[in-house]
């Protein structure tokens, strides 16, 4: 059966949660659409992050990604909210999410949002 666009990310117990170590993901395969021409946006994701308990499957990640191929998303918020759907999902230690936009109509966009866990968020 083929893969279909998700916004469900599925996880997987941290291996070495007494360590702190660095997952870094890159796709250069991301799409959305622009809200106000409804033009199609192309952008190289890069996600950082320190695991705490859990870690994010990949075939998941990228079928969440792909889910925003055909919704209409501002650069900023849609950086903001592929953080905010991580940090629900697996709670790391810290995650930062950087969305570099290609080139359209002259202009190219780079979108970074960070997330620390501290006493406040913790648990």
């Not at 170590?21 to 796709?27: A, G, L």
């Not at 079928?63 to 055909?70: E, G, H, P």
Request: glycine share 4%; net charge negative; with cysteine.
């Amino acid at each position: 059966m083929p893969s279909a666009p998700s916004k469900s990310l599925d996880t997987f117990p941290n291996p070495k949660p007494e360590r702190d170590y660095e997952i870094d993901i890159r796709t250069p395969e991301f799409t959305c659409v622009c809200p106000v021409t409804g033009q199609p946006d192309f952008a190289h994701v890069h996600i950082r992050y320190v695991p705490d308990a859990l870690c994010v499957e990949l075939k998941s990640l990228k079928l969440y990604l792909w889910s925003y191929r055909n919704e209409g998303a501002y650069h900023e918020a849609v950086t903001n909210r592929i953080l905010d759907d991580l940090v629900a999902a697996i709670a790391p230690r810290r995650m930062t999410c950087t969305l570099e936009f290609l080139v359209r109509g002259g202009i190219s966009t780079t979108v970074t949002a960070t997330y620390e866990k501290n006493a406040e968020n913790a648990g």
